[in-house]
């Protein structure tokens, strides 16, 4: 018999500083949770205005990167958050090969509570799945 691949669903409110990852929970499918929450390093630069931009260039890669492979898994991704993260973000994944087959949708969203992102993510794949 062949096994039908459930999709996996995950959203990531992301700004410059942190990024949340809002999947489903393993005890409920129908219910979501915020399963990791990753903090971008500071800079901490001293120097020219060139080489703090490198460094921060650097550390938005590095940031990126973390945020990309806890999203490996996951068939479609909602990509939110206020200003331009989310579409750097989106590009970040676009040109990683890894991404290629996956869904990537962004919207933007000012600050957020928590039962919020949750609810967000929530309504936007169940939007989706009907």
């Known amino acids: 018999m062949k096994q039908i691949h ?8 992301l700004d410059n500083d942190k990024a949340m990852i809002i999947t489903k929970t393993l005890e409920n499918e129908s219910d979501y949770t ?4 990753i903090k971008a390093k500071e800079t901490h630069g001293g120097g020219s205005e060139h080489s703090m931009n490198n460094a921060k260039q650097s550390e938005t890669l590095k940031y990126f990167k973390s945020v990309s492979n806890l999203l490996l898994n996951y068939d479609e991704i ?5 200003g331009k993260s989310q579409e750097q973000f ?3 994944l676009q040109q990683d090969a890894q991404f290629k087959s996956k869904q990537i949708s962004i ?4 600050q957020l509570t928590f039962p919020q992102m949750i609810a967000k993510v929530r309504d936007f794949f169940k939007s989706r799945q009907s």
């Open 6 to 13: 459930q999709k996996q669903y995950a959203g990531v409110w």
């Open 34 to 37: 915020i399963q990791d929450r």
């Open 78 to 82: 909602l990509v939110f958050g206020p």
């Open 90 to 92: 989106q590009n970040h």
């Open 107 to 110: 919207d933007s969203a000012e």
